[in-house]
């Protein structure tokens, strides 16, 4: 900061600690004492007047996500320190209560420094606030933002006035209030507000809503409706008091407005009234805009525009753009010399002469950095030269036209070669293009000569421009590219491929090149399939030295043939016929890379092979063209039962290449979860196995997939065993080769999971093939529409979310289950999950109605009294996570009283949440 000028701002107590806070990370929510974390990133670097910053940032609140719509107001006042949350999040959502809207109310007006909270508060007795807040409603009824007569007058008083949701009309008269309006509601308080509902408006707030509305502070709903009674939501009063900066005249201690002087080196300059402060941008920064409520980038900040910046110790926190247009002015003309300090510009007078120092900075006609010496005499030049401090000051001389000649590095971006024109992206990250002329050489760094269509898009080179023409291109780094075709001959050095146009290109194989061969687990060069006809359509990756490092398959031409018979197998010529299932012959011939396998077992051995491959034995056959990629004798089919003939004891399957196969009756019938089963068990269209017997002439095992939840009832990471329960029984999975995602579909480990949670598991008979963990939400019902199968569960970070029970809905309340959404109430806490078939499984949690005796922190066990001397249920150790409340306002386990009456729910044994009563 040495140097720089600062601003002149007065720091309040209030302001100070809000300032400590965003610095250290914390913030305390309300009067609770709880506090968050929050971790700034390092600042960015960046260029010369533009630089670069890092990406937007998470945001204050774990439970405000970017791009929700209040996010702008609430992080703007959160910097400000007029709101606040509580470990972490800031429940945008849960309605406020009347004395946490006057904390705020006061914290906008900056008069909270000055409430006497050690001195005792004594209300009448039916006007109830809770302690903490005594002091700042004292100090609001001092300031005239409450009256006396209306809060506390009789009829106003039948709740706790303190713990009362805050209405939208009486939030509208606490913002005219605190704005100091009160004159302006009084002049418009006699006109009706416009608004469908009116009628419901209370006399004495009409004005207050009218002057709300006309100062853009409050808005109408749906309807045309205004909602008088409404509650209004933390998100709602955070968005109502930001819009209310605009309409006072106070100047808030972190807060600097001025116009963006400089931004470099992961710092923004602001100049205003003289002075300039200097504020670092890091990871934590949000960037806004005056006139919309979602996020803008760094990058969308302009130099010499103006900005409000909020944020403690010069460590920028929130910055908002209000006037997008540059303070600038460029002045145009022809450049005739510089010295030291000074440009020459021509002028019909002699020379117009314009100072500059080593902030000024000077690009040629493309952008690039060059320095002022190298501008050459007669070129036009644009001075951009602010407007902003008086001063005049000159900022950037650009070069408009006139001769380059210059070397320089950078990339290649494009090569226009019918323009014959090359782009190149600069050091400094600007683009310039220029020309050639034919004849001109172009070198790469083993100086073989190039043709400029040789030139790779990404290219590092070195490049010298004479008279505005390229002379010469040095590739220094070549560049990754990808070509395209299908595979006409492969050895172990080179690849042969035919490309889209017809012609044919041949490259060498890099060490090792990658293979992707969708469906094949393990591939290798020796699983790609060359052909004149028939290959392997592939994309090829190919390195700066033109070899191939990764081989593709796009596509293959193949033909499938399950369950074929074998007429002829030679092993002199390694041709196998067969007929496929319509009774056609298929000719396809062995080599050395088919795939072989006989009884399950893979082999190397043709000749072992052979011996199998007797005239009617059944075979899997997989060919590209005439060359057989696999030939395995038949063990079972994969497919989907379409018929079941009980006449004739038989069944039908669709395999995946649409082929029907008829078999007999099979053995025995495996479904998971079942002991004994038969072929009525398996519904039409399910997906399963038929495992032949030895002889190919019968199924021996219909194996039926499935799919079952199952609740993990042990679980052994390091054997990767996994017990799981259901209504049927009991079992132990062995999950070392199963693949298992979350909800989402991302992979997991055995280790991601734990006892209690619930699994959908895919099964083929009793063989596991997948697992899917099933997301649990839990929380309180908010609202239950039985008539439109929906309803709203809060969960205990604060965020709502509403369910549809559209594919059937079970309802578990102590070990019964009902199948209708009328038998819950908003009082419920539950837990929902999806069942497998798609229904939803609401788990109502137990509770119990207890009266609080104390809280050990030493075991952390919180005791309650006992209803008897043979009481031994009154230990209970809260959740990690336990959420302990009142009303809408969080509590530490600290503020429980002896003697207060609490409710205490319970998930699955563990304490998640205490409601005071």
Do not use: C
């Not at 005249?249 to 300039?276: C, H, P, R």
């Not at 020459?344 to 060059?370: C, E, H, K, M, R």
């Not at 760094?445 to 400029?452: E, F, G, I, M, T």
């Not at 992979?747 to 063989?767: E, M, Q």
Request: proline share 3%; hydrophobic share 40%; charged share 20%.
């Amino acid at each position: 900061m040495s140097g720089q000028k600062r601003s002149k701002r007065s720091i309040h107590t209030y302001s100070s600690k809000a300032a400590a806070a965003i610095l250290a990370g914390t913030m305390v929510f309300g009067g609770a004492g709880a506090a968050f974390a929050a971790t700034a990133a390092p600042a960015a670097t960046s260029g010369a007047n533009n630089g670069s910053a890092p990406t937007a940032s998470a945001g204050i609140f774990t439970d405000v996500k970017i791009g929700f719509w209040a996010e702008k107001h609430i992080y703007k006042l959160a910097s400000q320190g007029i709101v606040v949350g509580n470990n972490g999040l800031f429940r945008p959502g849960d309605s406020i209560t009347q004395q946490e809207a006057v904390l705020m109310a006061l914290r906008f007006m900056k008069l909270q420094g000055n409430v006497q909270s050690d001195s005792d508060v004594v209300f009448p007795t039916d006007f109830k606030v809770t302690n903490y807040y005594k002091p700042y409603v004292v100090l609001a009824f001092q300031q005239g933002l409450l009256d006396k007569a209306v809060e506390m007058a009789p009829d106003n008083l039948k709740t706790s006035w303190g713990e009362r949701k805050a209405s939208r009309e009486w939030v509208a008269e606490l913002l005219i209030r605190a704005l100091g309006k009160n004159t302006e509601a009084a002049a418009v308080s006699g006109k009706p507000t416009g608004f469908a509902d009116d009628a419901k408006v209370a006399a004495n707030k009409r004005g207050y809503i009218n002057a709300a509305v006309g100062l853009g502070l409050a808005n109408g709903l749906d309807g045309n409706r205004f909602d008088p009674q409404g509650a209004v939501t933390r998100a709602q009063l955070a968005t109502f008091f930001s819009r209310a900066e605009a309409h006072n005249t106070l100047e808030y201690d972190n807060t600097v407005k001025g116009t963006i002087s400089a931004m470099q080196d992961g710092k923004l300059t602001l100049f205003n009234n003289g002075s300039t402060s200097v504020f670092n941008v890091t990871y934590s920064t949000a960037y806004f805009t005056s006139t919309v409520d979602t996020r803008i980038n760094f990058s969308d900040l302009k130099p010499y525009t103006k900005v409000t910046v909020i944020g403690a110790t010069y460590n920028a926190a929130y910055v908002e753009v209000t006037d997008p247009v540059q303070q600038v002015q460029t002045i145009e003309g022809v450049f005739a010399k510089v010295t030291p300090g000074t440009i020459w510009l021509d002028s019909p007078a002699g020379y117009d002469q314009y100072s500059y120092d080593g902030s000024t900075s000077f690009v040629d006609v493309n952008g690039a950095v060059i320095s002022a010496s190298s501008i050459t005499p007669a070129s036009k030049v644009a001075l951009l030269r602010e407007t902003y401090s008086g001063a005049g000051k000159l900022v950037k001389v650009q070069v408009t036209s006139g001769i380059v000649n210059k070397t320089a590095n950078g990339t290649i971006q494009s090569v226009d070669t019918a323009a014959k024109s090359i782009t190149f992206k600069t050091a400094e990250g600007a683009t310039e293009s220029y020309k050639w002329e034919d004849g001109t050489t172009l070198f790469s760094s083993q100086n073989a000569v190039l043709l400029p269509a040789d030139l790779k898009t990404g290219a590092a080179v070195k490049y010298s421009v004479k008279d505005n023409l390229i002379r010469t291109v040095e590739v220094t780094s070549g560049v990754e590219r990808t070509v395209q075709g299908a595979i006409t001959e492969l050895s172990g050095s080179t690849i042969v491929y035919k490309k889209a146009d017809g012609t044919r290109e041949v490259n060498l194989l890099g060490t090792s090149p990658a293979v992707i061969i969708p469906g094949v687990a393990t591939p290798s060069i020796g699983d790609l399939v060359a052909d004149a006809t028939a290959g392997d359509n592939v994309q090829l990756t190919l390195n700066s030295s033109d070899q191939v490092t990764k081989i593709e398959v796009l596509s293959r031409q193949i033909s499938q043939f399950t369950g074929a018979t074998v007429v002829d197998y030679s092993a002199k010529t390694q041709l196998l016929t067969v007929t496929d299932s319509s009774g056609k012959a298929q000719l396809v011939k062995i080599d050395a890379n088919t795939k072989l396998a006989y009884d399950g077992a893979t082999t190397t051995s043709l000749a072992n092979m052979g011996y199998r491959l007797a005239e009617g034995r059944k075979v899997d056959v997989v060919a590209a063209g005439q060359r057989a990629l696999s030939v395995e004798t038949s063990t079972k089919y994969d497919g989907t039962l379409t018929a079941v003939n009980v006449a004739n004891r038989t069944i039908t399957l669709k395999l995946a290449n649409a082929q029907q196969v008829t078999l007999p009756y099979p053995q025995s019938v495996e479904i998971f979860g079942r002991t004994t089963s038969a072929i009525t068990d398996v519904a039409l269209d399910s997906a399963v196995t038929a495992v032949l017997a030895d002889n190919q002439s019968g199924v021996s095992v219909l194996r039926a997939n499935s799919s079952m939840q199952l609740e993990i009832a042990t679980l052994d990471a390091t054997a990767n065993k996994l017990g799981v329960k259901w209504s049927g029984g009991t079992t132990v999975l062995n999950t070392y080769t199963l693949p298992m995602t979350d909800e989402t579909g991302k992979s997991i480990k055995i280790g991601d999971l734990k006892v209690g949670d619930f699994v959908n598991i895919t099964f083929n008979g009793s063989a596991p093939l997948s697992l899917k963990a099933v997301k649990l939400n839990s929380g309180q019902l908010t609202a239950v529409d039985a008539a439109s199968g929906t309803f709203t569960l809060k969960d205990y970070k604060g965020g709502a979310q509403t369910f549809s029970a559209a594919g059937g809905v079970k309802i578990i309340r102590d070990g019964s289950t009902t199948t209708t959404l009328g038998s819950l109430t908003t009082a419920d806490r539950v837990e929902v999950r999806k069942d497998s078939d798609g229904s939803t499984i609401i788990r109502v949690l137990s509770q119990l109605n207890r009266v609080f005796w104390r809280y050990e922190s030493g075991t952390n066990e919180i005791l309650v009294k006992r209803s008897s001397a043979s009481d031994s249920n009154y230990r209970f150790v809260p959740g990690p996570n336990v959420y302990i409340h009142q009303g809408d306002t969080t509590l530490p386990v600290q503020s429980l009283k002896e003697n207060d009456n609490i409710i205490m729910y319970f998930n699955n044994n563990i304490l998640v949440e205490i409601a005071k009563q």
